[in-house]
């Protein structure tokens, strides 16, 4: 009994985690997971991850994938932005922008408006790298589709 109530504690407690997008989706107790998976590079693979969905998710029209790759892209830089102090946070506040928009023009179904915001997003990823001395990390759209195990 003792153990159900310490556990419930801890699940009650827990904080709602930035990226959480559904129910199943939020942590189960407060636990810190080892620094080295929470390198900036690290953080930025997966953000490379969902800016390429995001394309494919564009290309089809996909409004609701759009939202959650626009959110998890905007939750992570986020935690980038709080994890590491040196990240000028106007860089982020300019992918956030350009996210928000791709948002938007999802709502409004405006395929243009749609291509314009990640073209945005785009440079704000180059902007940034640019400003942080990883020029040389040049992000573009997608070329082809490499996660074939989901629908687009
Ligand atoms: C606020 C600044 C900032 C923004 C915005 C940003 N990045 Fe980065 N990114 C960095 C920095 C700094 C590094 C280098 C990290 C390091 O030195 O380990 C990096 C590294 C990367 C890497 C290399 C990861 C690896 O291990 O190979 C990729 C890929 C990447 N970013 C993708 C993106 C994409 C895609 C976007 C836009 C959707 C983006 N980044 C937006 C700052 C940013």
Redesign the pocket.
Known sequence: MKRVIILLGSVLLSPVAESQTTPFAEPRSVQTPDWSLL???????L??S???K?WYAGRAQDWDLINFESDH?SDD?TS??ML?KN???E??S??NR??ARLKKAAKERNIQGLQAAYTD??T??????A????AF?R?QPPTHMPFTNQKF
Not at 40 to 45: E, G, P, R, S, V
Not at 131 to 134: E, I, P, Q, T
Request: charged share 0%; hydrophobic share 55%; proline share 2%.
């Open positions: 390198s900036l590079a690290n953080i930025m693979q953000i490379q969902r800016h390429i995001l892209i830089l980038a932005a590491y990240i000028p946070l860089f982020v300019n992918a350009a996210l997003l785009t704000s990823c180059n902007s940034c790298h400003a942080g001395g990883v990390i992000i």
